[in-house]
């Protein structure tokens, strides 16, 4: 074992005439080559979308399949923005049949070759201790912005609920959250209050 | 301020768009021009991917550990960041040496520590492996307490829904806490409800011991339960009830669902609320009694909304800023 090199040519993406061939080679180049290029922001997006490590990679490795599957070429820019509309949309599906252990698609049971650029991206874990720091440091902010980032975060109400319950603004709970967020990773990252304080307020 | 001022200003800026960005995939159904807008921020910069990224780790992990004062923990540990089958993996790539990792590493559930509190954000399940290797999911608004050690594996329910996947070992029982019931197995599935204080327990395989305990935790009375078996146990009642179900009803919840037969709506409305970010409230205490059978798809509540309007007397106000409310008609 291990000589064996894959080989990333037409039969990944089905056997044709050698015109043919050539030409869907070059797109299962092109493709691998816009994901090699945006893989991680794909990533980073169905795991925003998803709030699942595991669901963003499978997804990403399905829309792979499906983008090879489109049967045009066109501009790389067109080919990304169809990558990102493929992902979003099978988030989406995803998310309503939220099925996981059921969906043995075909890009699991045999993976093409070119499937190995959607490379594993692990998430930074925090340890527990430092999200000690970080609740502790929330606890510094002024009360409106523990408030919006707690019911957030960790009862789940959308930011126009809680502007309704604080009396304000979506805009400015928005502005909370985000300014909690920020603070909190000063603070996570070794800066003193003040220090963290004064970088806010360079903004 | 210190040297790294000259940047201060401009990392602030890259940290609050990083954090706009963030909010808004959570809160907001993006346009493709604005996800092309996100991508051509992410892409311009490798900070900015990295500032995005940084916060969203924050985002996720502030779920994962939420702050210590309602729940008293006994202890402050990292999370071991080996995943599973990091060594079948190895092998793999050594075969295709030359090639990027593949993502199978990332596919794997985490590792869970011997010590960890598990605790679910809503409307998110999540799977882990405990230490001994036994597989745990944990659905939507969860707790879960874990207490490993060499001669104990032991876990407490505190609220929601597990299901567990037991790893057989003969010398140290598997033991899952849940109100006044204790679950013991040695290697068998089943899945754990709680419900305020009802408790039901569901088993898929194998067969496990359940025992409720007294004030003083002494076992009052204990039953077997086989594959395909539920106990139910309600504080009030005081009686372990006994029946034949199919277990894939009850563990429908791991496929985005959530089904019942004849349970009552309070129970029904409280499981439904670890899945919808709007929280369902009874208004009539009445209501709680009446009987629900049918399914509700986390992904369409409103689906199951209009259908109680229709088979029960009961008007549905969806615009009361304190949730979705359920009156009498």
Known sequence: MGSSKHNPTPETVGTRGPGEGNELGARARAVSELFREHNRTLVRFLQAKLQNEHEASEIAQEAYVRLLELGRTGAVSFLRAYLFRIAMNLAVDRIRTRNTRQRLDAAKLNPPPELDV???????????????????????????????????????????EIAQRLGKSDRMIRRYIVRALVYCRYRVGGLSASEAQERMDDE | ??????????????????????????????????????????????????????????????????????????????????????????????VGAGFLMTSRIALSPRQIG????????????????????????????????????????????????????????????????????????????FNVRRTGAQVVVTVQEGSVEVRRRDGGGFAEESARAHAGQQLSFQSGSGELHDAMVDPAVTLAWRSGRLEFTGDSLDVVVANVNRYSRRPVILADTQLGALKFTGTVFFANVDAWLDGLEQVF?????????????????
């Open chain 1, 118 to 160: 959607v490379a594993s991206i692990e998430r930074q874990v925090f340890a527990a201790d430092e999200m000690k720091v970080f609740w502790a440091s929330l606890a510094e902010l002024p009360q409106e912005h523990r408030q919006a980032f707690e019911m957030s975060r960790l009862e789940g109400v959308p930011t126009l």
């Open chain 2, 313 to 329: 007397p009961i008007d549905v106000h969806r615009n009361d800023p304190q949730g979705i409310v359920l009156t009498k008609r």
């Open chain 2, 114 to 189: 011997a010590g960890e509190l598990v605790r679910t954000p809503v409307a998110t399940n999540e799977e882990g492996i405990l230490p001994d290797g036994s597989r745990i999911e944990v659905g939507a608004r969860s707790l879960v307490d874990v207490n490993f050690s060499g001669i104990r594996r032991e876990l407490e329910l505190r609220d929601g829904e597990a299901f567990f996947q037991v790893k057989h070992e003969r010398t140290r029982p598997f033991v899952v806490k849940a109100g006044a019931l204790e679950v013991v197995a040695v290697g068998t599935a």
């Open chain 2, 1 to 94: 301020m210190n040297n790294a001022a000259p940047v201060a200003g401009k990392d602030g800026q890259r940290f609050e768009a990083a954090g706009s960005w963030l909010i808004r995939f959570h809160e907001d159904t993006l346009t493709d021009a604005e996800i092309g807008e996100w991508v051509e921020w992410c892409e311009n910069d490798p900070k900015n991917l990295q500032a995005f990224e940084e916060l969203q780790s924050l985002w996720r992990s502030a779920a994962e550990h939420p702050p210590q004062t309602s729940v008293p923990s006994k202890r402050a540990r990292a999370r071991p960041r080996l995943w599973w089958p990091l060594a079948a993996c190895i092998a793999v790539i050594a």
